[in-house]
């Protein structure tokens, strides 16, 4: 599962462990070994702006951004992916989130998404999302996902699987479990994930628009399937306070 999430994200830099660092203080929600300091000053209960100027100029993208607001901290989530590797998500007040994936200490990459579309689901419905044998057109995994404008403006794009076997007109989602804390949290919540990630070029440009399609549970019996859209972010254009 590691290598296929470090693909998935796109972490191809290879670089050789470090020795565990001493004497830094521990932040509420991130994993151990892992520092604000290593996360542009990203933490629990703070404040962050990230700039997506260039985005501006290519309305292909159904994702959209506010580059001049600050965003408050939430709530702080965390993947062990094993080996030294972990997915750290920042949840903002205005229903996005970045996330970083980190190996060895070391950030590999930010990517923002949005929770573009939610939709809450029965037990029921749920199992059958994820167990059932008659896999709908848009379901998990599937080969293609449309994604229809929640803007007034009506638009369909298209997004290609990323994980599995690109040949396979289906493949099973990955499942991960994150551990999430927010300002209000005496200890971490259990979320568990089952996702496939799409992505499909921007026009005019080499950047990717992702959407990271994942039904959830949360343990207290809460299901809902989620379309987390997103772009890839520089860690130049993160200020965080």
Request: with cysteine; hydrophobic share 35%.
């Amino acid at each position: 599962m590691l290598n296929t999430l470090k693909a998935l994200f796109r972490a191809t830099t290879e670089k050789p462990p470090e020795p565990p660092t001493t004497g830094r203080p521990v932040a509420a929600g991130l994993p151990m070994g892992v520092s604000q300091e290593d996360l542009e000053g990203l933490r629990l209960d703070g404040r962050v702006n990230i700039k997506l100027i260039g985005l501006r100029a290519h309305p292909d993208t159904l994702f959209s951004w506010d580059d001049d607001a600050y965003h408050h901290i939430a709530a702080v989530g965390h993947v062990d992916l094993g080996q030294g590797a972990y997915l750290v998500r920042f949840y903002l007040d205005n229903d996005t989130w970045l996330q970083a994936n980190v190996e060895n200490g070391k950030v590999l990459e930010y990517k923002l998404f949005d929770f573009y579309r939610v939709a809450h689901l029965s037990d029921g419905e749920f199992d059958n999302l994820i167990n059932g044998e008659d896999k709908q057109p848009d379901s998990i995994g599937t080969q293609t996902i449309p994604l229809t404008s929640t803007s007034d403006a009506a638009r369909t794009c298209t997004y290609q699987r990323v994980w599995g076997n690109g040949d396979s007109l289906w493949s099973p989602p990955v499942v991960f479990d994150e551990q999430v804390m927010t300002t209000e949290s005496v200890s971490a919540r259990h979320v568990t994930h089952h996702t496939m990630l799409y992505e499909r070029p921007i026009q005019g440009t080499e950047r990717m628009e992702y959407l990271l399609l994942s039904a959830e549970n949360d343990g207290e019996g809460s299901f809902m399937v989620v379309h987390n859209l997103g772009v890839d972010v520089a860690s130049v254009d993160i200020d965080a306070m």
